[in-house]
């Protein structure tokens, strides 16, 4: 008896060690996952369109790319309404602020409206990334794959030294003529999505993305007011998406000219 429950120990011992051992292997497995919704969405998507070129190389089924794309299409619907949204939030936030307590000569314009969400795609199965990490994992076991297949697929562990998610542009402001002027390094990043509060109540509001690094701000003052302090933050763009982390604000004291 004492012989059997022994053996049985042993044999429940191994089985944790394998289980402990599977579950480390599944996470250096999934390290070149971002840390973030907005960073999975750009693998993700850099991924699918990839996999299209290696398919038939790597032994991947056409039903596998279909499944593939229907998720890619899902998470980058939801990403984008959730950023749709919480922009809108923003918006509406500094609108109430300031109906509840007029500042100085400011006045409100229309109320912000929150626009109408798009045609959604399909809804997928939960476990996204459960399945897409399955499916990398045997792509990389393939007779056919090559370390260069995994890089551009994004399923190697980085050797850049940039880290997305902690991407921050660092603004700076200077006066031009009386007009900000707004300089920031772009360094790995596609474009500059670039905000602005001009205390009308309609809280931080996109001046655009730009590709290159400055901007200069030729907004004139309404005739009601001949000083004014305007806010300026931005955040990375790559592959049409925002990523790493807002910059902190700056803010400019402007006055009519």
């Known amino acids: ?16 060690e394998a289980t402990i051992e599977t579950k ?45 794309q229907k998720d890619n299409a899902a998470y980058q619907y939801v990403i984008n309404l959730l950023e749709q949204y919480r922009q809108s939030i923003l918006n509406l936030t500094g609108y109430k602020n300031m109906m509840k307590h007029a500042v100085g000569q400011q006045h409100l314009g229309t109320i912000p409206l929150i626009a109408p969400a798009p045609t959604p795609p399909p809804a997928v199965p939960e476990g996204i990334f459960d399945r897409v990490t399955k499916l990398a994992s045997r792509i990389k076991v393939s007779l056919n794959y090559t370390t260069n297949i995994g890089n551009d697929l ?21 006066l031009n003529v009386g007009k900000p002027h707004i300089k920031w390094t772009k360094g790995k990043a596609d474009a500059t999505a670039l905000y602005v509060d001009r205390n009308d109540g309609l809280g931080f509001v996109l001046m655009g993305r730009f590709t290159r690094s400055e901007y200069l701000d030729t907004t004139v003052l309404p005739e009601n007011k001949r000083y004014e302090e305007w806010h300026y933050k931005a955040i990375f763009v790559i592959a049409d998406k925002l990523v790493g982390l807002y910059s902190k604000i700056m803010s400019v004291d402007v006055k009519r000219v």
């Open 1 to 16: 008896m004492a012989q059997g429950l022994e053996s049985y120990h042993c044999h429940f011992e191994r089985s944790r």
């Open 24 to 68: 480390i292997e599944i996470m250096a497995e999934a390290k070149y996952l971002p840390s973030t919704d907005a960073g999975k969405a750009i693998w993700l998507n850099n991924f699918t369109i990839k996999l299209n070129t290696y398919a038939t190389l790597l032994g991947v089924s056409t039903n596998e790319l279909s499944n593939l």
């Open 154 to 174: 994004g399923i190697t562990s980085s050797t850049s030294d940039v880290d997305i998610d902690s991407m921050q542009p660092k603004l700076h402001i200077t």
